[in-house]
């Protein structure tokens, strides 16, 4: 049996769990290596094995046995059954107090299972969200940690160690209790979700609307990189849009099927959105346009159909005009990405409410600068928002992003025009501005919805004028009113 040695294990060697381990390694941890299928072990061992200090180990029990109490592994398998599984086994060879991490992208609502059936066996069970991709796992991650207080004391300072750094701060904190870890980033994947199509609807009006190439276009991002929109996703468009396909010669983007691929954490979030009633039009649209574009027979019998519409084209009288509308869509692009964050944060506050969680929307925004897929340097003043109080209600409240939209709302509102007269769709740029609209409007057409749904249904409404629960007799000529409670 092997000796307790190491002071952290991971379980799961492809990609991602082997190049955190490696991290680990990196930073005078010593790891604990364990995969099912133990060739992977020793891959790892053969290429990285002098990184680092590790114990290479073949069984569970001979993995478990080599980690120093608190015993504390992190789970890097496939989610659903198979993190189950390993959950089960890891637990029958653990003592009371030690710790089992879930690095994966579980569903924070298996979380919340898993960590009361762990905690009744006297363990410590934390959803950890790890955001970053393969890079950052290896170079330093945004870490969200759900789990309890106790089990923070110890992975804490693990987990610092190996976290990307942003101003001189690690990018992790305790997020909150059981699934919280897992729900945070399932919601910042959700903006992931939202930010990337902004871009790709940019990319769209440029290069369908104004005919620019893909080297253009990249040029434009790499310049927009330089302002407020700032972030790994602007900075990565730009490089990929310079990229050419070594088999065609062609710019790569030409090449690359339109079909977008999505993995369950924006459709889970957009889902858990209509349980809290936090309308994430943003990450909704955003999820939608993936399964549009990966509708493979309602496209191909479109083409057929020959629907007819706009040719796409946007027409301009100068250079100048059309530089000027280049700026109309960084300007609706940065209008947009203050929208989909505000949702997002909503969405976390109404988890945080409905699941009693106390989560730190400042530290959030903190540990989203560096490591993660959403970094961006406008996380800084989102973070000073919500310390100083006045995102309270909403980020699009606060002064600094409340003058950014005010700013930017004239080339908002004509890009969206434009888009849709010329034929060219926008979802998260129209659905972005009609959530603003619908903020800023003193009534909404909901007093409709409400009357038809008292008039078919008798679900009863409320007054304007006077407080209590109202139903009318519609059908009656008369009409009378009853009022139902105060």
Not at 180 to 198: C, P, R, S, T, W
Not at 309 to 332: M, T, V, Y
Not at 447 to 466: K, L
Request: glycine content about 10%.
């Amino acid at each position: 049996m092997a000796e307790a040695t190491a002071n952290i294990g991971v379980v799961g060697l492809a990609a991602m769990g082997s190049n955190l381990a490696r991290n680990l390694a990196h930073h005078g941890n010593t790891v604990a290596l364990y995969n099912r299928h133990y060739e992977r072990t020793e891959k790892l061992m053969k290429e990285h094995g002098d990184e680092g200090q590790f114990v290479p180990t073949k069984t569970v029990d001979e993995f478990v046995a080599s980690l120093k109490k608190p015993r504390t592994a992190i789970i890097l398998v496939k989610a659903g059954a198979p993190t189950d599984a390993m959950i089960q086994a890891l637990a029958d060879a653990m003592d009371e107090g030690d710790i089992i991490v879930d690095g994966g992208n579980s569903y924070f609502k298996d979380t919340i299972r898993r960590e009361k059936a762990i905690r009744a066996r006297g363990l410590h069970y934390v959803g950890c969200g790890v955001s970053g991709g393969e890079e950052g796992a290896l170079n330093g991650p945004s870490l969200m940690p759900g789990g309890t207080d106790e089990s923070w004391k110890t992975l804490g300072p693990i987990l610092k160690t190996i976290a990307a750094q942003a101003e001189g701060e690690p990018c992790v904190t305790h997020i909150g209790e059981n699934g919280a870890g897992h729900f945070v980033k399932m919601v910042h994947n959700g903006i992931e979700y939202a930010d990337m199509q902004l871009i790709a609807e940019s990319y769209d009006l440029m290069r369908r609307g104004m005919g620019m190439t893909p080297d253009e276009i990249g040029d434009v991002f790499t310049e927009w990189n330089k302002t407020e929109l700032d972030s790994y996703l602007i900075e990565i468009t730009a490089d990929l849009l310079h990229e050419k396909d070594k088999k065609t010669g062609k710019p790569l983007v030409d090449v690359i099927l339109d079909h977008a691929g999505m993995k369950g954490t924006g459709t889970w979030t957009v889902e858990t959105a209509l349980e809290t009633g936090t309308p994430v039009t943003a990450i909704a649209e955003g999820v939608f346009a993936r399964g549009l574009s990966s509708q493979t027979e309602v496209r191909d019998e479109a083409a057929k159909q020959n629907l007819t519409g706009p040719s796409g084209k946007l027409e301009f009288a100068s250079d100048d005009e059309r530089k000027a509308f280049i700026e109309d869509i960084r300007q609706a692009l940065y209008a947009s990405k203050i929208v989909s964050y505000a949702q997002g944060f909503e969405e976390i506050s109404d988890g945080a409410k409905q699941y009693d969680w106390k989560i730190d929307l400042a530290a959030v925004a903190r540990i989203w600068r560096g490591g993660c897929i959403i970094r961006a340097q406008f996380l800084n003043v989102v973070s000073d928002a919500f310390e100083s109080g006045a995102a309270n209600v909403s980020l699009l409240f606060a002064p600094y992003f409340k003058t950014a939209v005010e700013k930017a709302q004239d080339s908002w509102r004509r890009v969206v025009a434009k888009a849709a007269l010329c034929g060219v769709p926008a979802p998260v740029f129209s659905t972005s501005l009609s959530y603003y609209d619908g903020l800023r409007s003193k009534r909404l057409p909901a007093t409709i919805i409400q009357a038809q749904r008292d008039f078919f249904g008798a679900h009863t409404y409320g007054r304007v004028d006077e407080p209590g629960t109202f139903h009318t007799l519609w059908a009656q000529e008369d009409r009378p009113e009853e009022k139902m409670s105060d």
